[in-house]
């Protein structure tokens, strides 16, 4: 980890995201962490905690109720063993404030060996809906394989490319008989569900007509890109600045190339949610370092 060399001089007592003091017993409770997952929802985060705990901490699921570790309502965090549990919100900026927060307790926690990965959902292009899409490059809507993370009137220009051995790795391991697909791609990011991911179905009128758009998804999916998010050029931007591996899992939700609207069933976009969880977990199913 590359952690801003200031915080060494700095006597910080409080983390203003996390509403967490920053006793001894606290700074504890992040101790000894490995694998840090992050999801955009509060309940996705709390589903995902308990699936670990029955899974690896083999606890019965009567007797086990996931507790939040942040007294925040913004944002959740929940351990089992050394992983955490996290949600992050909706968009790059909920993320990167997040980001900042959750890894300086984890820096002052004493971890050093971290591993970053998003599990989140996507709207597919040219991809079947129930796609897992691993991220290799998050690119932003101009199709920059960068994030100019604004500092004042300046802008940090950080390559936006995940950690290929984390991806690959995370994909090898998958077990045979999935019945899913499961893909390495790209993946672009956008400040917005609709204007931002093309839609025609927002609240604002496009600038443009279905022949550009079309045009704009040939364009990117010659790029490898195969899906559209809100989060992961932060995410990758952020973890290429403090050198920790990240990588993110994505399902599709609906293929672009075929509409905008999302009409899988409550119960389908569950079981799509699942789906992502599912990928993270037989990844950490293959780690002999879980505690
Ligand atoms: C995927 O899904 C959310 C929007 O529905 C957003 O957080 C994202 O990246
Ligand atoms: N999340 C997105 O950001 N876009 C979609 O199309 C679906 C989920």
Partial sequence: MQINSLLKDLKEKYLYLLELELTDEII??????????????????????????????????????????????????????NILSVSHGMGNTSVIALLHDLTKILYYAGNTDLEYIRIGTSGGIG?????????????????????????LDRNINTPTCFNSRLANEIHKVQPRGLDFQVILANTIAADDFYLGQGRFDGAITPK????????????VRALGIRNFEMESTALAAFCNQVEIPATMLAVTLVNRLLGDQVTATPKELAEFSDRSQLVAINYLNTKSDLI
Wanted: aromatic share 14%; glycine share 6%.
């Fill in 127 to 151: 991809v079947d809906p129930g796609t897992v899409v691993i991220t290799e490059k998050a690119f932003m809507p101009n199709l920059a394989d960068y994030l100019p993370l604004p500092s």
């Fill in 28 to 81: 504890g409770k992040f101790s000894g962490i490995k694998y840090v997952l992050l999801q955009g929802s509060n309940d996705r985060a709390k589903n995902l905690a308990r699936k670990l705990a029955l899974r690896f901490a083999k606890v019965h699921p009567d007797f086990f109720e996931p507790k939040d570790i942040t007294p925040t309502s913004r944002y959740k965090i929940y351990r089992v063993g």
């Fill in 208 to 219: 443009y007509d279905l022949a550009f758009r079309t045009q704009y998804l040939e364009k």
